[in-house]
């Protein structure tokens, strides 16, 4: 709430139908309009204020959780993560110097990530010895300014800047927009686990994003439209899978969970439903307005603008689903049981029309055995800055070779920051 007050609300036993203000409770420290991440998961909440202390810094976390008789309350046993008082002295069962912590929050489980204005901290509940204390266990670097942080089971998605280095005379102030994915390892040091890379870093001009056990999505300014990523399995990375071809500008907001996927755009919202020929989504229901924020769970979606909160249950709203996707996505060759999927990402210079690339087989002497995967730019969409693909390889070795037809590569001074990246 804008005097920074959270209410807390329960769907009622009469079916779910109806939403009713449980509790209320006050943030220490809150200055009115100021904004507080909140994320909820079984019976704990979090709560962040990153703006203590006239915006000097100081930020707490809070822990909330639900009783026996379904209250929620603040924790007894660990009232707060971490807590900064407005001298800025901390004090909790983890401390750190780091400015603006509790710029955003999520948990799931017995994880959850923090994020401040340099870094992410990641904390687990600690359980072995019953007293069920979060404990904090890594803090990730990579990342020089994030903004959003998301966590579902033991993978963690963080969306943010990392400027770039030109090589001459240091950082020079660009920014690449990105989404870090990290996994999280249970059997690490110390009991506690470790945080691991999953894959490389997605580079792309996104302004939201979100996540699910086998899906991630982000809106990319530049492109004005939103990308769906897939993975196979839990632990796996994620391969482009879907351009959802909305082309809408702004800020759009995303919320995603399992078949799931809401997207806000100028003058109204679209949802989406994952299909079962593929896991390629469809748009089911369009709403004749936007929200500035959105929350999915199951079949129930809440909708948030300046001074009200709706809920919408989607059954009701679209009681047939489409069987058969409208889109397909960008897939160069039919995925085969022993599939390697490789993701190919070129942002164009000023002059893409030079530009083309192939994957080859390499390693065998069989003329009928050499696999060859050749694309240029004027065979991929002319309309975006852009080209994404993902492509099924067969295991084996290959070398991938990207060309521009005058010899002065993509990048930098006469042809535009153009880049390429293959994962």
Same mark, same amino acid.
Request: hydrophobic fraction near 30%; charge should be negative.
């Given at each position: 709430d804008g005097d920074g007050t959270g209410k807390t609300a329960n769907s009622n036993d009469g079916g779910g139908e109806e939403w009713i203000v449980q509790n209320s409770f006050r943030e220490e420290y809150t200055s009115p309009g100021s904004y507080h991440p909140v994320s909820i998961s079984g019976n704990t909440a979090l709560v962040g204020v990153h703006d203590l202390d006239n915006n000097n810094g100081a930020g707490s976390v809070s822990v909330y959780e639900q009783n026996d008789l379904g209250i929620w309350d603040r924790a007894e046993d660990q009232p707060y993560l971490i807590? #900064? &008082?407005?001298?800025?002295?901390? %004090?909790?069962?983890?401390?750190?110097?780091? &400015?603006?912590?509790?710029?955003?929050?999520? +948990?799931?489980?017995?994880?959850? /990530? *923090?994020?401040?204005? &340099?870094?992410?901290h990641l904390f687990r509940r600690d359980d072995d010895d019953g %007293?069920?204390?979060?404990?904090?266990?890594?803090?990730?670097?990579?990342?020089?300014? $994030?903004?959003? /942080?998301? *966590?579902?089971?033991?993978? +963690?998605? +963080?969306?943010?800047?990392?400027? +770039?280095?030109?090589?001459?005379?240091?950082?020079?102030?660009?920014?690449?927009r990105m989404v870090w994915l990290y996994r999280y390892d249970r059997d690490g040091v110390d009991g506690l686990g470790v945080v691991v890379p999953l894959q490389d870093p997605i580079i792309a001009d996104l302004s939201s994003m979100d996540l699910s056990h086998d899906y991630l999505v982000y809106w990319d300014l530049q492109e004005k439209d939103a990308f769906i990523y897939s993975r196979k399995g839990v632990n796996e990375s994620f391969a482009f899978?879907?351009?959802?071809?909305?082309?809408?500008?702004? #800020?759009?907001?995303?919320a995603l969970d399992k078949d799931v996927l809401v997207i806000g755009g100028e003058k109204e919202t679209h949802i989406f439903s994952q299909q079962e020929n593929g896991g390629y989504w469809a748009e089911i229901i369009t709403l004749d307005q936007p929200y500035d924020r959105y929350q999915v769970s199951g079949r129930n979606l809440l909708v948030a603008n300046?001074?009200?909160? #709706? %809920?919408?249950?989607?059954?009701? /709203?679209? $009681?047939?689903? $489409?069987?058969i996707p409208t889109r397909m996505p960008l897939v160069s060759i039919a995925p085969t049981p022993s599939c390697h999927w490789l993701d190919i990402v070129i942002k164009y210079d000023n002059f893409p029309n030079e530009t083309s690339w192939e994957i080859q087989s390499i390693g065998t002497n069989d003329a009928d055995d050499v696999a060859v995967v050749l694309k240029s730019y004027s065979e991929t969409d002319q309309d975006a800055p852009t080209h994404m693909d993902s492509i /099924?390889?067969?295991e084996g070795e290959y070398e991938f070779a990207i060309y521009d037809s005058r010899g002065d590569g993509i990048c930098c001074k006469r042809g535009g920051a153009g880049n390429y990246n293959v994962t």
């Open positions: 807590r #900064y &008082h407005v001298n800025n002295s901390s %004090s909790s069962s983890s401390s750190s110097s780091q &400015h603006g912590f509790g710029l955003d929050v999520d +948990i799931d489980g017995d994880l959850a /990530c *923090v994020l401040d204005y &340099h870094s992410a %007293s069920r204390k979060w404990v904090q266990f890594a803090s990730l670097d990579d990342v020089e300014q $994030p903004e959003e /942080c998301t *966590v579902v089971g033991d993978t +963690i998605a +963080i969306r943010g800047y990392d400027y +770039i280095d030109d090589g001459d005379d240091g950082d020079d102030g660009n920014a690449n899978l879907q351009k959802m071809d909305l082309s809408v500008s702004g #800020y759009n907001q995303l300046e001074r009200e909160v #709706y %809920s919408f249950n989607l059954e009701e /709203c679209a $009681p047939s689903i $489409p069987t /099924c390889l067969q």
